[in-house]
């Protein structure tokens, strides 16, 4: 079955960095996109950016330009988001996704199940 | 800037119908939407994709229409296992843009 498994909880001092990992399995790799959202405690859902598989192209959110970088590994089936520049308020729980699309509609699905990163000193 | 509004919650007693809204801004009115459930702790998932659509292993008492600029997501025969947050969510396909998500909608079962 298609799975995105995440890398584990990180806990970062404000101005650090923070790097989290999604490996996917059950399905060909380069033919999606891998897309991360992030939900701030009892908030809703962010999206945050998406990266091409095939291509490394990648969109991200303009709040979050210049910080943040996402990239794929095609040949162990994994995607990575860096953050740089951490401050208290990107304390979330970060989740990737499988970006399925259409010449129309873009969604998210299966999804990982989440990193907690803390930002505190 | 686009924008998805949904009320923050809504509630139904077991087996009653509901329906939760999603009004779109204009920019991104004319695009499909999609739903997630996010069950309490845990991550969220695919529950209606382009307006009506539901994935393999959604049950079909879950229903999402689409008229104008407004979306609206329907549960019938509503199960305590259905207290969640639901988000509907849309892409800003100008220019590649982004994608937008609603506030949420924090559903009880009474």
């Known amino acids: 079955q298609v799975q995105l498994v995440q890398s584990g909880a990180e806990v970062k001092n404000p101005g650090a960095s923070v790097k989290v990992s999604c490996k996917s399995s059950g399905y060909n790799f380069i033919s999606y996109g891998i897309t991360w959202v992030r939900q701030a405690p009892g908030q809703g859902l962010e999206w945050m950016g998406w990266?091409?598989?095939?291509?490394?192209?990648?969109n991200y959110a303009q709040n979050l330009q210049g910080r943040l970088t996402m990239t794929t590994d095609t040949s162990t089936s994994i995607a990575y988001m860096e953050l740089r520049s951490l401050r208290s308020d990107d304390t979330a729980v970060y989740y990737c996704?499988?970006?399925?699309?259409?010449?129309?509609?873009?969604?998210?699905?299966?999804w990982g199940q989440g990193t907690l990163v803390t930002v505190s000193s | 800037q686009s924008v998805l509004t949904q009320p923050p919650s809504a509630s139904g007693t077991p087996g009653q119908r509901v329906t939760i809204s999603c009004s779109a801004s204009?920019?991104?009115?004319?695009?499909?939407v999609n739903w997630y459930q996010q069950l309490p702790g845990t991550a969220p998932k695919l529950l209606i994709y382009s307006n009506n659509q539901r994935p393999s292993g959604v049950p079909d008492r879950f229903s999402g229409s689409k008229s104008g600029t407004s979306a609206s997501l329907a549960i019938s025969g509503l199960q305590s296992e259905d207290e969640a947050d639901y988000y509907c969510a849309a892409w800003d396909d100008r220019l590649n843009g982004p994608v937008v998500f609603g506030g949420g909608t924090k559903l009880t079962v009474l």
């Open positions: 996704a499988r970006l399925v699309r259409n010449r129309l509609n873009i969604w998210f699905d299966p």
């Open positions: 990266i091409s598989a095939n291509n490394g192209n990648t």
């Open positions: 204009s920019n991104i009115g004319s695009s499909p």
